[in-house]
């Protein structure tokens, strides 16, 4: 059992939340948030590697796992995933061995391997690894908005209310209705009359609803660009004064490149020294990795079929 799955019970006993009463309604819509959130923040990260590896691969590995490791298999430097064997007193892995279908054997770190991550090594430390967590939770966010709106919709189909006393005085309300909605000009109906006072004649009562006041769905569109402007935040991407105010203000620009300075530069310096320590023990690899870049900026061409010379990188941007 997972860790994660070993815990959930007794957190949800001790925060009263339990995960099937907030999951978004439609799975679908998760799944397309997800891919849309990932295109997003790989889109945000600027990432170069020798052209022999797979940038796929490699992204899979650092960004949706939380690292990945780097060796020498047959005379080429090539990524792989990973599982610790033993730890060192800081429960930082010192033996690992491959656990992809391509077996390397064992490996020891700083000696024949290195390892790339971006929150913690230790694997159940204070962080957390990768950021398809982070992904999950905004793209149930972003669903379960779609899901609001598409509720809200429906209910405002729904503006009129007649409160008939049988099912003939429905159905002259459902004529009389239907006359008007096709752009009648006047309609004639006759009106209902009580039994307990012959003399008094009422019309059945109609209700217009509060559509208009209870109508949400522009708020939802709204604080849906706010949710994905929460999640650019989170991954390092530059989002100030998105909602197109006249004045730009520059203590709100300040204090947002202070968030996202803050959001990704852990990523950043555990990256930045891990690929220092690669470049040290197998050479000057075309190998980095920014945060808040985005692809133009420097992106690797995958060449895994090697087209091009296995220690060259062709960029472009």
């Known amino acids: 059992m997972s860790r994660k799955n070993f815990l959930r019970k007794p957190l949800e006993e001790a925060y009263a939340v339990k995960d099937k009463e907030i999951k978004a309604q439609n799975t679908f819509r998760v799944d397309y948030y997800k891919s849309y959130l990932w295109r997003l923040f790989l889109g945000s990260v600027a990432v170069k590697v020798p052209n022999h590896w797979s940038i796929d691969y490699f992204r899979y590995n650092l960004f949706t796992i939380g690292t990945v490791g780097v060796t020498k298999f047959r005379g080429v430097v090539v990524p792989f995933a990973y599982t610790p064997i033993t730890r060192n007193r800081w429960k930082y892995p010192v033996n690992v061995r491959s656990s992809d279908e391509v ?94 006072s012959p003399i008094e004649r009422d019309a059945p009562p109609v209700q217009k609803l509060p559509v208009k006041e209870n109508y949400i769905a522009t708020d939802v569109i709204d604080a849906k660009r706010s949710i994905v402007n929460e999640f650019l935040s989170a991954i390092g991407v530059n989002n100030a004064n998105t909602d197109k105010r006249e004045r730009l203000v520059t203590n709100e620009v300040d204090a ?21 320590k690669v470049k040290s023990l197998y050479g000057d690899l075309e190998l980095s990795v920014k945060f808040g870049k985005g692809l133009n900026n420097g992106r690797t061409i995958d060449r895994p079929n090697g087209d091009l010379p296995n220690n060259g990188t062709q960029t472009i941007g």
């Open 256 to 276: 947002n490149n202070a968030e996202l300075a803050a959001a990704v530069g852990l990523w950043q310096d555990n990256i930045d020294r891990q690929i220092e």
């Open 103 to 196: 077996q390397l054997g064992q490996r020891t770190i700083g000696k024949d391997c290195e390892i790339l991550y971006l929150d913690s090594a230790t694997f159940g430390g204070m962080y957390a690894a990768g950021v398809e967590n982070l992904i999950e939770i905004y793209a149930e966010k972003l669903a379960n908005a779609d899901g609001a709106i598409d509720i809200n919709l429906l209910v405002s189909r729904t503006p009129w209310l007649f409160e008939v006393e049988n099912d003939k005085e429905a159905q002259d309300m459902r004529a009389v209705f239907t006359r008007i909605m096709s752009g009648v000009p006047a309609v004639y109906y006759k009106r209902a009359r009580k039994k307990e």
